[in-house]
C-alpha cells in the first residue's frame, strides 16, 4: 500500500543543492533537446526522468527493513554543453550514486557537474539546475518506484 506525502508537489533548484541527495535514485530516461524561448540561437536542455527520494524512513521495528518516500521527477540543466561521460558495463538500471558541483575549471563561469553513478557517470557544465516533483511522494518499501506508480517515463515539469 502506498501513501502520499505532503505538500503534494515540490520544485528544488541549484540554492538547494546543499540539502539535496540523489544517492541511490534510479534514471529512467535521458533526454539531450535543443530548445529556445526567445527565437536566439538553440540551447541544450539535459533531462533526467528519476525517482527522486525525498526521505528514507528507519525500519518500524528491529529487524524489518527500511521504507521510502519517493517522488518522480524531472531534473533539468538549462544550457548544458560540454557534456561527456562513460557507461558499461551496464547489466542493471542507471542508479545515481551522488551528483558533484564542482567550481568552474576555466574563465567559464558555469560550474562542472559530475552525475556519478553506479557502472556510469558523466560530466556537465550548467549554470544550475531545476528539479519538478512529477507527483506527491509515495512511501514505498523499495528504492524504485514501478512504471504504474511513476506514470510511466516522462519529463514533465509541472509548476509547483
Given at each position: 500500500m502506498t501513501v502520499a506525502v505532503h505538500p503534494p508537489l515540490a520544485r528544488?533548484?541549484?540554492a538547494d543543492y546543499p540539502t539535496m541527495g540523489w544517492h541511490d535514485c534510479r534514471i529512467h530516461a535521458v533526454s539531450l533537446a535543443e530548445h529556445s524561448d526567445d527565437g536566439a540561437l538553440p540551447r541544450v536542455r539535459l533531462m533526467l526522468d528519476l525517482d527522486y527520494i525525498v526521505r528514507w524512513d528507519g525500519p518500524a521495528a528491529p529487524g524489518e527493513h527500511l521504507s521510502f518516500w519517493i517522488s518522480p521527477?524531472?531534473?533539468?540543466?538549462e544550457g548544458a554543453w560540454g557534456i561527456s561521460g562513460e557507461f558499461g558495463p551496464l547489466f542493471?538500471?542507471?542508479e545515481i550514486a551522488d551528483i558533484h558541483r564542482l567550481d568552474?575549471?576555466?574563465?567559464h563561469p558555469e560550474p562542472s557537474w559530475h552525475i556519478?553513478?553506479?557502472?556510469?557517470?558523466?560530466?556537465l557544465r550548467a549554470s544550475g539546475f531545476r528539479q519538478h516533483a512529477r507527483t506527491p511522494a509515495l512511501?514505498?518499501?523499495?528504492?524504485?518506484?514501478t512504471s504504474e506508480e511513476r506514470g510511466g517515463v516522462s519529463f514533465?515539469?509541472?509548476?509547483?
Open positions: 528544488w533548484t541549484d521527477a524531472t531534473l533539468v540543466f542493471e538500471q542507471l568552474p575549471p576555466d574563465e556519478e553513478g553506479h557502472n556510469f557517470g558523466f560530466h512511501l514505498v518499501p523499495r528504492k524504485v518506484l514533465a515539469c509541472p509548476a509547483a
